[in-house]
């Protein structure tokens, strides 16, 4: 029956679909406008005079950046663009396949690299500056995520998190959220940043202590500018990583018109507003709210969970820009998001059929970060000064409740996290000249906790308290950067980052290198290594236990940030006009890895956690190592067809004190990643867009600890064999996903239809397995099945 709804319902979206797309209208060639700011990358400051052209335009069309560095190209056909940047002892840059539609201007801000003196007969060949990363001082595995990829990715859902599970290297840890893991390692090692500052996990339905993913991202592409991401061997400038590093920068709104979008679809509403305050200045403003509910999904029968829960979220997110004239410029940002879901036991005792229908829980999530941030050019146009404030909220709360016979209920889990965070960041950046750029700042993070978590101790059955602390505690960074351009041909990076952890007093000085050397017209070669830290989260240095004689003991107090030496080799080809190969070998050592000391499972190793709170001891003995090769062919944007495949080999190890060595959780082995594209321009002008999108995933299943089912059975409870733990894994994962989507413009606005299926071959990927002791029989866990996604855009 479920299964003729979901067809039903997809048979009735695609005929919607069918319909909207067969409407076409007459009318005049639609234009739109380009604009912009032009800057030098190292040192912020304008350049005026540079140019700016529309490639294959007839007539011609460009424009001339004036004294304050801005450009405008008014009257531009709609529809996909070549740009070309140039200025006189600077490097030219290529935007390629730059989309224009008549809903709003196109702003393309653009940091331009001062020419090193050509001493070499070697000929650096322009580079689209869309496939390179924006921190100029990233040299391997770093990868720019621009805001268009993000929206056209199949089942991307405008997601950053997910839109980058595509990448080499990186899978989704589940599919009910966008957790992702990194070379095999623990969702935990990442590190998310905005406009400069660490934030909290920006996703609703966060998925535990130390986690980096949840249900849906708080993040919107309305507010997004292109970002950077980073999967090993980070510049000097990020600390508190371990895998990876998320980057997010956000774009300022139009300064010159009022501009508008609104968005409804299964997944619930979503309008943005941007504009300026006042015609005398580029001050401008920039807002985008989003409510959303899976309630619509349940009652056409797409089940996300249990059939009686309902998540719901929402979040407000914006960017205010204030330039003055003396001052420098100032922004006012922020992000801000709600979401709860809650289930209800059964009351009805006659209708139990498993220990689940007894219990109750619900959950509350609640996020927010407010920052101003300021730049400062200095009048030798050569240094600039950014300094960033950001308080942050968040506050997780989890209850779980069962009720007996009798409908009395007691209290399984109470768990409340609360960290009020201020952060401050500074650094300045002067450039000596062509070759030689520095850059050292400071970091300052002070942040208050207010712990709660109380769990029931089956065993005894007692509800113990494992964490009930209030208090502050501080962290101190410093870094400084090198940036050598030994020619035109190659570059160094060189730096250091230092952290010190005021809880436990523990510090790390951790020194990083890298370097791109181009090898010929169309190759290169880049390098880069390091150590880096990760600390954990308050509550794991505050966890507490209580003794026999009723004295708490805190276990964790003096634990060490776990390390890592990062190895990286890359090589990339352009062995075609928009085609890309690369090759990425890595190496990662990680030590002072935490590890419960008295183990006799072999497998409690922070390297196999992704989030979770615990107030068992740990120890900074363990060890592990990640090594792999990854492979990928991109063609970017042309000819109105585009495709990325990757392939990744890698082996993800661990280390007990026992001297041990075995896989982790997230040993997959292997990762084959394929999505890709195609446009259609319809219409009497051919001004309208039909798309059409796809998405492969394929990687080894994650590793498993066996169940035992004769003691299981024995024992009436699930009893795992230790001994082969993490050598068998679950079925190999494998999805595909599908989009379709419709632009339709016209004067002065336009308007665009979606609709993607995640996993659209409805395939049942397992998670793991258990023992049911209702059924006293091996139970799978099974991953999403087919999820549609409509959407209706429009924007004015």
Known sequence: MKTQNIMKTLNNYLVVFCLVISITTQGQELTQSIKGKIIDIDTQTPLPGAYVIVLDSDPMKGAVSD???????????????????????????????????????????????????????????????????????????????????????????????????????????????????????SPRGMLWRMEGVEIPNPNHFSNGEGGSGGGVSALS????????????????????????????????????????????GVLGFQAALEGPFSKNSEASYLINYRYSTTSVLNNFGFEIGASDIFPAWQDVSLNINLPTKNMGRFNIWGLGGLSSSSGLAET???????????YSYSEKHRLGIIGVSHNYLFSNNKSYLKTVASFSHSN??????????????????NEAFGYNTFTATSFLNHKFNAQHVIRTGVIYTNQRYNLLGKYLNYDIGVLETQANQTGTTERYQAY?????????????????????????????????????????????????????????????????????????????????????????????????????????????????????????????????????????????????????????????????????????IFESKYTMPDGIERNTLFNSKYIYNLVGGKEFEVGKNKQNILGINLRMMWRGGYRTIPVDFV??????????????????????????????????????????????????????????????????????????????????????
């Open 480 to 648: 400084f950067q090198w940036k050598y351009r030994v020619s035109p041909t190659v570059d160094i990076n060189t730096g250091v980052h230092y952290t010190y952890l005021a809880i436990n007093k523990d510090y790390a000085v951790e020194p990083r290198i890298g370097l791109f050397w181009q090898v010929k017209e169309n190759q290169s070669i880049s390098l880069g290594g390091g150590l880096h830290s990760k600390a954990e989260p308050s509550s794991i240095y505050l966890a507490q236990q209580e003794q026999a004689d009723l004295s708490i003991l805190y276990p964790n107090k003096n634990l060490k940030m776990t390390k890592a030496l990062h190895g990286v080799i890359g090589y990339n080809l352009n062995f075609a006009e928009t085609f890309h190969f690369k090759a990425e070998m890595y190496y990662q050592h990680l030590y002072d890895v935490p590890v419960q000391p008295n183990d006799t499972t072999g497998t409690v190793s922070a390297l196999n956690f992704s989030s979770g709170f615990t107030n068992q001891e740990f120890i900074n003995k363990g060890t592990g190592r990640n090594y792999g090769l990854e492979l990928t062919v991109e063609k970017s944007f042309s000819k109105n067809y585009y495709f990325m495949t990757t392939a990744s």
């Open 67 to 185: 004294i304050d560095g801005n450009y405008k190209i008014t009257d531009v056909k709609i529809g996909r663009q070549n740009l070309k940047v140039s200025f006189i002892g600077y490097e030219d840059l290529f935007f390629n396949q730059v989309v224009l539609t008549t809903g709003s201007e196109l702003i393309l801000n653009v940091s331009m690299k001062e020419a090193v003196n050509q001493l070499e007969e070697i000929v650096i060949k322009p580079k689209d500056i869309l496939g390179e990363p924006i921190n100029s001082m990233a040299s391997v595995s770093a990868q720019r995520l621009t805001v268009e990829t993000t929206s056209r990715v199949a089942a991307g859902i405008n997601d950053p998190g997910r839109t980058i599970q595509s990448y080499a290297g990186v899978s989704a840890a589940d599919d009910e959220n966008n957790e992702i893991v990194v070379r095999g390692n």
């Open 348 to 358: 009805d005792t006659s209708k139990w059929m498993y220990r689940g229908d007894a």
């Open 396 to 413: 997780n709360i989890e209850l779980e409740d069962s009720i007996n016979y009798n409908l009395i209920e007691a209290s399984v889990k």
């Open 221 to 264: 592409t309305e507010v997004l500018d292109d970002s950077d991401f980073f999967t090993g061997a980070f510049s000097a400038e990020y600390g508190n990583a371990l895998s990876s590093v998320f980057d997010l920068r956000l774009r300022n709104g139009n300064f010159e018109k009022r501009e508008y979008s609104f968005q409804a």
């Open 711 to 796: 003691a299981s059975k024995i024992a009436d409870e699930d009893i795992r064999v230790y001994d082969s733990a993490f050598e068998t894994k679950a079925p190999d994962y494998f999805r595909v996903d599908a989009g379709i989507s419709f632009r339709k413009n016209k004067p002065n606005w336009s308007w665009e239809l979606s609709a993607n299926i995640q996993n659209a071959t409805n395939r049942l990927n397992v998670w793991d397995e258990y023992y049911d002791v209702e059924t006293n029989t091996l139970q799978q866990i099974y991953m999403v099945g087919l999820l549609p996604i409509l959407n209706y855009k429009v924007e004015f």
